[in-house]
C-alpha cells in the first residue's frame, strides 16, 4: 500500500481463475504479461486486479460470484503487486482494482494527467496501519503503548533476526511502508524485519501469541486476525496532511484512508453492467471481514466463502447491481 500501505495471503477464485497464492516473493508483472481474456474481441468478460491480502481477495471474491452468477460475466483474475497494477490497469490489461490504499503518484500520472485511468468510488472500508504489540503485553506494561517508550523495551523483543536491536515485523517487502524510516528518525534501537507476505506474517503473529511472547508488528484495519490475537495499537506521532510526503523524512503516524476503486478508463466508459455494478459496489469493514475470516482462519475457499456472505445478505448485494 502507498499510503498507509498494505496488505496479504492465499486464494483461488472462481471457473474461470487459477489458484493464486501469494508468497511475498513478487507477483506476476502485467506490464509483460496479460491476461489470456483481457480485450478479448466482443466476449462478455472482466479482468480484475488482486492484490495478496486477504481483505482484497474477499472484495473480489465477492465481485467474481456476482458477476458470473448474476449478471452472466466471466471473470479472470490475475495476482499482481500493487504499484504494477496500475500500469497494468492504465494499458487496459486489468479493467478494475478494487482495493487500493492510497498511491497519489499514480492518481496523479494516470488519473489526471493521462486520464487512463478514473476512480470507481470508494469500496466503503476505512484502512489503517501502524504499529501493535499483543494486548497481553500492553495490559502487562501500558506504556509501550507509546513510541517514547519502545526503546526501554528493545531488549524484550529482540529475535534472532533483528541484529540485536528491538524487532519490529513488517509483511512483504513490496508493501509501501514508512517503517525503516520512522525507526530511523524517531531514532529507536529496532530492527524492520520482513516475513515476506501477511500468510507468513500471520503465521509468525500466532506463533508468539500461542507462546505469550511480546512482539511489535506493522500490521493494519481491517484484518480478521484482530479476532484471533488481539493487539493494541502503539501510538506515534500525530499524522497531519503532508508528514509523509517525503519518504525519507517520515517521523508521523499512518493516515486513516478511505479505501478507493479504480478502473481502467475506457472499461469505465464502455464496460457496460460489469463496469456499473463494480462501481455499485460498496460494503462494510465488517462485511469484509466476515468473508476474510471464512477464507483465512475456517478454511473455506473464496467462492465457499463469498457464497456464503451473498446468501446472508442479499439486500446489500441487491444494490450494486445495475438498473
Excluded at 506504556?143 to 526503546?151: E, G, I, M, S, Y
Excluded at 517503517?179 to 506463533?207: C, H, P, R
Amino acid at each position: 500500500m502507498n499510503t498507509p500501505r498494505a496488505r496479504r495471503t492465499a486464494l483461488g477464485l472462481g471457473a474461470a481463475a487459477t489458484l493464486l497464492v501469494a508468497t511475498g516473493c513478487g507477483a506476476a508483472d502485467m506490464t509483460k504479461q496479460s491476461s489470456p481474456y483481457a480485450n478479448a474481441a466482443g466476449a462478455k468478460t472482466v479482468t480484475l486486479s488482486v492484490q495478496s491480502w486477504v481483505g482484497a481477495q474477499s472484495n473480489i471474491a465477492v465481485a467474481e460470484y456476482l458477476l458470473e452468477h448474476e449478471l452472466g460475466y466471466r471473470v479472470d483474475t490475475v495476482q499482481v503487486d500493487e504499484v504494477p497494477a496500475w500500469d497494468a490497469l492504465s494499458q487496459g490489461r486489468v479493467d478494475a482494482i478494487m482495493e487500493d490504499w492510497g498511491h497519489p503518484e499514480q492518481v496523479q500520472r494516470y488519473v489526471k494527467d493521462k486520464k487512463t485511468i478514473e476512480p470507481g468510488g470508494d469500496l466503503g472500508v476505512t484502512g489503517h496501519i501502524g504499529w501493535f504489540v499483543p494486548t497481553y503485553f500492553a495490559k502487562q506494561h501500558p506504556d509501550v503503548t507509546n513510541w517514547k517508550n519502545l526503546n526501554k523495551y528493545a531488549s524484550q523483543l529482540r529475535t534472532a533476526e533483528s541484529g540485536g536491536k528491538g524487532q519490529l515485523l513488517d509483511g512483504s517487502p513490496s508493501y509501501v511502508t514508512n517503517d525503516k524510516a520512522l525507526v530511523s528518525n524517531l531514532k529507536l534501537n529496532y530492527q524492520v524485519v520482513f516475513s515476506g507476505s501477511e500468510a507468513a506474517q500471520i503465521t509468525q503473529i500466532k506463533q508468539f501469541a500461542k507462546a505469550k511472547k511480546p512482539f511489535l508488528t506493522y500490521w493494519y484495519q481491517p484484518q480478521w486476525l484482530f479476532k484471533k490475537v488481539p493487539m493494541t495499537e502503539v501510538k506515534l506521532p500525530d499524522y497531519k496532511t503532508g508528514c509523509d510526503a517525503d519518504a525519507a523524512k517520515v517521523a508521523c503516524a499512518y493516515p486513516k484512508t478511505p479505501l478507493k476503486k479504480y478502473l481502467n478508463a475506457n472499461f469505465s466508459k464502455k464496460g457496460g453492467k460489469a463496469a456499473q455494478f463494480l462501481k455499485n459496489f460498496k460494503w462494510t469493514t465488517e462485511d469484509q471481514n466476515q468473508v476474510s475470516l471464512m477464507i483465512a482462519d475456517q478454511k473455506l475457499t473464496p467462492e465457499q466463502a463469498a457464497k456464503k456472505w451473498i446468501d446472508g445478505h442479499e439486500s446489500t448485494w441487491r444494490a450494486w447491481l445495475p438498473k
